[in-house]
């Protein structure tokens, strides 16, 4: 584990800046879902997880109710987790193709996984106040994680999470807009891509696809 890295996770759990957050958190923990009512919930921010060497990272937005908030780790045990990981298997980036639970020996390959808000916010909308709170850090993430050359970012809220702390050291063109399978080379060398994020809805509805994201991440790899 990288130490800095190590460093700001125990920041980030210890985390107590948005009441409103700490408030629907500890709501969730009360009213446990029945398949889950015998589970104790981590209930607490989540950390990034993965390869802290890797130069693909993968952003998404907050962790899920019922998922990362009640397991512990980033996109674990929830539906968009199960899509996610039988495309990062498929594309071998991942050892497994589920993500159940922190002890399940899930593995990634080359590749750290994190997201922009670090508690779950009520109706996945959070705040502008809770989304500069995380910005912190979020932007240390990218700061630590130094062999970074592909940055995937899941959903509009993610990239835009990403566009910010760019912009803020190199110059962004207009252009650099989300949009599904957009790859936009940094002056930094770095490769910000955009990606639908892998939830029910968009799988649902079509949106994407397992064979879709399977090739998006091939073409991912390749970048790096």
Known sequence: MNHNI?????????????????????KIIKKKRKQFLNEKYWGKPITGFGDTNAKILFVGLAPAAHGGTRTGRVFTGDKSSDFLYKC???????????????????????????????????????LKIELDNCS?????????????????ALGKIAFDACKYFYKEKFYLDKSVKFGHGKIFKLESGISLVGCYHPSPRNVNTG???????VMLFNKIKKLN
Do not use: W
């Open 6 to 26: 190590s460093i700001l996770n125990n920041k980030i759990i210890k985390c107590k800046l948005c009441p409103r957050l700490i408030k629907f958190r500890n």
């Open 88 to 126: 990062l298997y498929k594309s071998n980036i991942s050892n497994q193709s589920n993500s159940d639970h922190i002890n399940d020996g899930l593995q990634l390959k080359n590749a750290y996984i994190t997201t922009a808000l670090k508690c779950v916010p009520p109706e996945d909308k959070p």
């Open 136 to 152: 912190k850090f979020f932007n240390k993430e990218l700061e630590y994680l130094k062999n970074i050359k592909v940055v995937v």
């Open 207 to 213: 949106r994407i696809n397992v064979k879709k994201m």
